[in-house]
């Protein structure tokens, strides 16, 4: 994981520096793309998280084209030892999963960093105080995803949490143009649902060590 993430990051930076070179025409595309994807992330996360169901990673559709498209040049397993994205087996060169899980983190930062850019094009017309604000950004999110990794994995209602956090999220990238939102008044939204979802997790975590006489 924290390789995926290292090289996520440093693609990250290509992609926002190649956009702020030269900023994108038609950023309204991709707004709608990745608005789609996060409305459809959070469905999914709470259906998967009402079924109680964890899909097999072998049998998503990007590893079901990937098999389709390389055959056994896909190796459908990690290489623990090494780390490897390219993994020799029997003199053939296959791609891994965690080949499989930089393709999806790259093809998601190329979508994000459009809107990234342009929003901060806006903003300012200064590339370097651009690019290098987003650099900054890019380490401190590394740094937080194994505290926001440990914090949904709380219970139940941190993880419904975030399902809505992104269903909200995609909704506001679709709704842009027609409905305006606030940046403040959207991190405070979002700032309490994560406050009230800690509170209601302290609150059964605290409950469930009680024992049995002194709930009754």
């Known amino acids: 994981m924290p390789k995926a993430l290292y090289l996520a990051m440093i693609g990250n930076m290509a992609f926002r520096f190649l956009g702020f070179l030269r900023a994108p025409v038609n950023t309204r595309f991709f707004s709608w793309v990745m608005g789609t994807g996060l409305v459809y992330a959070g469905i999914s996360r709470l259906v998967f998280q009402r079924l109680e169901h964890c899909p097999d990673v072998t049998e998503s559709a990007i590893v079901r084209f990937l098999r389709l498209l390389l055959g056994e040049r896909?190796?459908?397993?990690?290489?623990?030892?090494?780390?490897?994205?390219?993994?020799?087996?029997?003199?053939?060169?296959?791609?891994?999963?965690?080949?499989?899980?930089?393709?999806?983190?790259?093809?998601?930062?190329?979508?994000?960093?459009?809107?990234?850019?342009?929003?901060?094009?806006?903003?300012?017309?200064?590339?370097?105080?651009?690019?290098?604000?987003?650099?900054?950004?890019?380490?401190?999110?590394?740094?937080?995803?194994?505290?926001?990794?440990?914090?949904?994995?709380?219970?139940t209602v941190t993880r419904s949490t975030l399902a809505l956090v992104l269903f909200l999220m995609g909704l506001e990238?679709?709704?842009?143009?027609?409905?305006?939102?606030?940046?403040?008044a959207s991190c405070v939204v979002f700032a309490s649902m994560l406050a009230l979802s800690v509170g209601v997790s302290t609150l059964q975590q605290s409950h469930a060590k009680l024992p049995f006489s002194a709930l009754h």
């Open 173 to 184: 990238m679709l709704t842009g143009p027609a409905v305006y939102v606030n940046a403040f």
């Open 74 to 155: 896909l190796g459908e397993f990690y290489d623990e030892e090494g780390e490897a994205i390219l993994v020799d087996v029997k003199g053939k060169y296959r791609i891994s999963l965690l080949g499989v899980a930089l393709l999806c983190l790259f093809a998601v930062n190329f979508l994000l960093s459009f809107d990234v850019v342009l929003a901060k094009s806006e903003a300012s017309d200064d590339v370097f105080l651009n690019f290098s604000s987003s650099i900054l950004a890019l380490f401190a999110i590394r740094s937080l995803f194994f505290v926001v990794r440990d914090f949904f994995t709380l219970s």
